[in-house]
């Protein structure tokens, strides 16, 4: 016992500790992961599954039926808000009416539709792209084509002036729920693809 030195009588049990914590780090990070593609087409990149950066949940996840009495209680695809929403077929027109704290945001109800057609033709991943009426799109984004003169009403689906943008922020949830669409959760650079 007098011949080892002060690291060989402990370097084994601190190699095998080692060892187990890169195990547990493998098993919790490394394998948690799954691979997405780079916007602009390059090689895949990865991100975290679950934890902070993202959400799980698919259709059916959220709480409520969709009612005035009970809508859907749903966060945006970036998890940095939570709101309500609703179809109201009563209205004139029909609307997909949104609550985001205390204001409403309404969107013509026949998006639902015209979206999932829209996604079924691009046959795959569409970025979402959400932003403010006032504030420009990226072509080629679900919130492009929810005001461009190209979509089926030939413009704007948001109904109200000033609040008709954020299109793919509140829309793509719901499409979700209605399992209609598959829409990533990450903290920026969302897409979503017809089901």
Do not use: I
């Amino acid at each position: 016992m007098g011949d080892l030195s002060l690291g060989d009588r402990f370097g084994g049990a601190c190699l095998g500790r080692r060892r187990l914590l890169s195990e547990a780090f493998k098993s919790r990070f490394l394998l948690a992961r799954r691979p997405r593609r780079s916007p602009a087409g390059g090689p895949a990149r990865t991100m975290t599954v679950s934890g902070k950066g993202a959400k799980a949940g698919g259709a059916g996840a959220a709480k409520g039926k969709g009612t005035r009495a009970e809508p859907w209680q749903l966060t945006t695809p970036s998890g940095g808000s939570e709101f309500t929403a609703f179809r109201d077929e009563s209205l004139d027109p029909p609307a997909l009416v949104v609550h985001v704290g205390k204001t409403e945001v309404r969107y013509q109800l026949r998006c639902l539709e015209d979206l999932r057609t829209y996604l079924r033709a691009q046959g795959d991943w569409v970025p979402l792209g959400g932003a403010d009426e006032q504030k420009p799109v990226v072509e080629g984004t679900v919130e492009a084509w929810g005001r461009s003169p190209k979509n089926p009403v030939g413009g704007w689906y948001g109904l109200k002036k000033g609040l008709r943008g954020r299109f793919a922020v509140y829309v793509p949830p719901v499409m979700k729920v209605l399992g209609y669409a598959e829409v990533e959760n990450f903290p920026k650079n969302n897409r979503m693809r017809a089901l």
